[in-house]
Structure formats: structure tokens, C-alpha cells
């Protein structure tokens, strides 16, 4: 049985790193057998459009594949339809998509012609990993018909030593582009402590938020020494709003991930798709209102505090070890072994 993890390098000299999620996807699975091929995409978009048409078809011609597990999006309708095309042609193997973005639900939210187009590209494969049930919902009521594997929670490689300290002092961290976060210009915390690490720093924040610098992936979690990370995005505090706000109804933003694999429990939007999985397996809390943070962090006592921070270590060492997403991938594998292409 043969089994590929496909994965899509922009320039085949020096192997971009691309998003840490796909990165460590495919490193897990490799680990399990999987044997890797790359797609080489190029920025130019003719060289692009010439890989599509004939680069494709030499990727797959001769090849015996079982099983080929493909990460989307590549951000381009055109190639993914090419590419299942060619592997149609000349191959037999099942294609299964791991789902890291559904575009129809962000960047072309009410575009009827990408969600069509993006709907038939899932109901051409044998089956999908997606974030969670939310997103599982969304795409069946929306016609897809293939299997769906929920995946809970992104998996997370982190070298660094787990944040293993139960001190609790109502302290948060915020990680990411901070361009997307002017919530944090309008936050008034009084008995708390929020960090912030990551690019496009304000040019002034809010008393108690303070501005740590920006460190590269495999370095940050070492730095993040608080009780709890925060997972939010837009300019509301009473809500997650902006061109991705309300995208997290239905993902598993890859921050959650960041933190939890650092032994550290999170704060979420109670709307959010990830506020179940928080409240589930008790690593943080769900709010409504960030204006009410400081009255709820108040709140919890020492032990409580512990209880989510034995979980959330816990969890880290899931998603350390790739759990999740060799759960996901080898259920739904399960699911279609006795269908044919």
C-alpha cells in the first residue's frame, strides 16, 4: 500500500517554509509511512498556468499511488481542478483532502460562483479531514456528499520545554499579526496582564497590555509565560468581527494550537467554533465579552486554575505527538476502504 502526502512548495530552490500547519502535517504523516511529493508552484502566473497544463501530468504519469492525501487550499481553483484531473488520469489511488481554509466561508464569503466551483472540487475527492463539526454542518447542508472526518484540532510540533508553571496571576498573551487585532486598542483590563507578540505592534496600547516583539515560529512558544493565550480577531470586544471574525463560527484557528502545545489554556470567543472544544475537554474559558475579562479571571481561584492547566498539558502532548491528525486521517481512510474511485 502506498500512501503520499502532497504538499505545494513555491520555489523548488529554497523550499519556502510555507504555513507551520501544512509543514507539520505532512512531517507527521511522514512519520507514518506516507511517502512525500511536492507540487512546485511558481508566483508567475503564466509558469503557473504552463504547470497546470502540462507540469501536472509528467507529476503523476507512471505513478502507483494508493492513497494520496492532498493539503488545500493551494489557492487556486484552476491547478486543484487540474491537479485531481491528473491524478484521476493517471493514477488509481483515493485523494483526500485535509482541509486547512474553506475560501467560500473567508476570503470570497458571498461569491456564488467560487462556492460552486470550491463545493464540486470536495464532491470530486474520496473524502475530507475537516476543523470540527461545525464546518462538517456547513459543508453538507451546502451539498458536499463525500465522507468527512472531523479533525477537533490542529496538531502543533513544538520543540520547546512546555510552560509548566500553575502560578496563577491573571496574566494573558495575545500571538499573532497584530494589524488584524484593534480590539486590543479598546481592552481595559485593571486586574490583569496581557503580552503581545507579533508584527504591525500599534503605535499605543491600553494600560496593562504590553508589547513583547516577534520571535520566529519554532522560538515563540519559549517566550509565552502567561496563564492563559488568547484566541480573538477584529475591532469589537463584544465579538469576533472583520473580514475573519466571523469565520471563526466555523475554524479552528491554528493559535489555539500555538497555545495548548505550550501547556498553556485558552481564552476563546463563546460563538467560535473552537469555544467547544475548549469547554469540552476544560482547557480555558468561552466569553462573550472582553469588556468582562477582568471580572472573570477574578473569579477563578487557584484550583480551578490548575484544573485547566493539567488539561491543557495534557492536550499539548497530543498534539506534540500529531494525535489528532492521524486519528483523522486514519479513520476516514477506514471509512472509504471498500469504495472505488
Not at 493539503?71 to 487540474?82: A, E, H, K
Not at 464546518?135 to 447542508?141: A, C, S
Not at 491573571?170 to 503581545?196: E, M, P, T, V
Not at 469588556?291 to 484550583?303: A, G, H, R, S, Y
Request: glycine share 6%.
Amino acid at each position: 500500500m502506498k500512501n503520499v502526502i502532497m504538499s505545494s512548495i513555491v520555489n523548488k530552490d529554497n523550499k519556502d517554509a510555507g504555513p507551520k500547519a501544512k509543514n507539520d502535517i505532512e512531517k507527521i504523516l511522514i512519520k507514518e509511512g506516507f511517502e512525500p511529493l511536492n507540487l512546485e508552484l511558481s508566483r508567475n502566473k503564466v509558469k503557473k498556468l504552463l504547470y497546470a497544463l502540462i507540469g501536472l501530468n509528467k507529476v503523476f504519469r507512471g505513478k502507483k499511488i494508493d492513497n494520496l492525501v492532498f493539503q488545500y487550499p493551494i489557492y487556486s481553483i484552476f491547478l486543484t481542478q487540474r491537479f485531481i484531473r491528473a491524478i484521476r488520469k493517471y493514477t488509481k489511488a483515493k485523494i483526500y483532502f485535509i482541509v486547512h481554509d474553506i475560501e467560500s466561508l473567508r476570503a470570497y464569503k458571498g461569491d456564488s460562483s467560487y462556492q460552486k466551483k470550491e463545493l464540486a472540487i470536495f464532491n470530486s475527492t474520496d473524502g475530507m479531514v475537516v476543523h470540527n463539526a461545525a464546518m462538517h454542518q456547513w459543508l453538507q447542508e451546502n451539498g458536499v456528499t463525500v465522507p468527512l472526518e472531523e479533525l477537533g484540532i490542529f496538531d502543533y510540533l513544538n520543540p520547546n520545554a512546555e510552560q509548566e508553571s500553575f502560578f496563577y496571576d491573571q496574566s494573558i498573551c495575545f500571538a499573532g499579526n497584530l494589524k488584524g487585532a484593534g480590539f486590543l486598542q479598546r481592552i481595559n483590563l485593571k486586574a490583569s496582564r496581557l503580552d503581545l507578540f507579533g508584527p504591525n505592534q500599534a503605535s499605543a496600547y491600553p494600560k496593562n497590555i504590553n508589547y513583547q516583539g516577534i520571535y520566529p515560529a519554532d522560538q515563540l512558544p519559549k517566550y509565552l509565560k502567561t496563564n492563559f493565550g488568547l484566541v480573538w480577531n477584529g475591532d469589537s470586544l463584544t465579538r469576533c468581527d472583520g473580514d475573519f471574525g466571523e469565520y471563526m463560527k466555523y475554524n479552528m484557528p491554528h493559535k489555539t494550537s500555538l497555545y495548548l502545545s505550550s501547556g498553556i489554556p485558552v481564552i476563546v470567543w463563546k460563538k467560535a467554533a473552537a469555544a467547544k472544544f475548549i469547554e469540552v475537554n476544560q482547557v480555558g474559558l468561552a466569553v462573550a465579552d472582553l469588556n468582562e475579562l477582568d471580572q472573570v479571571l477574578t473569579k477563578i481561584d487557584q484550583q480551578q486554575y490548575q484544573s485547566y492547566k493539567q488539561n491543557a498539558l495534557k492536550i499539548g502532548k497530543l498534539l506534540r505527538n500529531g494525535s489528532f491528525i492521524k486519528k483523522a486521517i486514519r479513520n476516514l481512510m477506514q471509512q472509504t476502504a471498500g469504495t472505488r474511485n
